[in-house]
């Protein structure tokens, strides 16, 4: 059996190459169609102007939805193992669950509520998804190590935990630097000047949304051992 036939972990495995697609092929039309600066723009600015904005959203509305059924299985894959092992408290569960529909959320309102359209709304959901998938990766990091050693190696546990820091501490220069910004054109004149703001805030909003990619990477060999069956009951 190939490996990706293996339990669920098409599931990761999917979600990790469509939301790199996503981010990357809206990038690269935008660069190609000069509506947005080679230096890291926003990632939301790659999705801004027609044609990208098109493709932006529906490939991200697509990872949502990947992403929503990767948490799901994910939450009844660590349920189980409570109910086996008892080693894991379910309200942190559910609580790693509601923070991760969160997040998919925000990427839903983001897909649909363009950044030069409708603003604040885009705004609010991008703060929605970023704040629900820190969480989310914080949560998830704990439960892989009290669930050790069922479920995630030691390893695995510290490659999550390493992403889980990595975003939180990216999170915080996203948000305080974006306050500072002053460029407000999507792509520079010549003769303007880089704003550092700017700058620093894309490339840390770039490493969150890659560092939730990178997390979800993880979940590959955990989803090799479980899959999920639907039983249908009929009322009599």
């Known amino acids: 059996m190939f490996w990706f036939k293996q339990g669920l972990c098409f599931l990761p ?6 939301s790199s697609s996503t981010f990357i092929v809206s ?6 169609r ?19 904005s098109c493709i932006f959203g529906l490939m991200t509305f697509i990872s949502a939805c990947a992403g929503t059924a990767t948490i799901y299985a994910r939450y009844k894959y660590v349920e189980k193992l409570s109910v086996d092992t008892r080693v894991v408290n379910p ?22 509520f363009q950044e030069t359209a409708v603003t604040v709304v885009h705004d609010i959901g991008a703060i929605v998804f970023f704040v629900s998938g820190v969480s989310y990766t914080i949560l998830q990091t704990v439960l892989s190590y009290r669930a050790y050693p ?31 910004v002053t460029q407000i054109k999507l792509h520079r004149d010549p003769g303007d ?8 805030s894309a490339v840390c909003e770039w490493a969150v949304a890659f560092s939730f ?3 979800f990477l993880t979940y590959i060999d955990d989803f090799k051992l479980f899959t999920l069956r639907v039983r249908t009951e009929c009322a009599e």
């Open 34 to 52: 000069q509506d947005v600066d080679i230096i890291f723009p926003y990632i939301s600015d790659t999705g801004a102007n027609p044609p990208e």
């Open 27 to 32: 990038y690269l039309i935008a660069l190609f």
């Open 150 to 180: 069922f479920g995630s190696s030691m390893s695995v546990c510290r490659v999550r935990a390493g992403i889980a820091i990595l975003a939180s501490l990216a999170f915080f220069p996203t948000v305080i630097c974006k306050a500072f």
């Open 13 to 18: 495995v999917f979600l990790v190459i469509w």
């Open 91 to 112: 309200c942190l569960n559910k609580m790693g669950f509601v923070s991760g529909m969160l997040s998919c959320l925000g990427m839903c309102i983001v897909a649909t």
């Open 213 to 215: 990619i990178c997390f």
């Open 193 to 200: 000047e880089y704003d550092p703001f700017h700058l620093a």
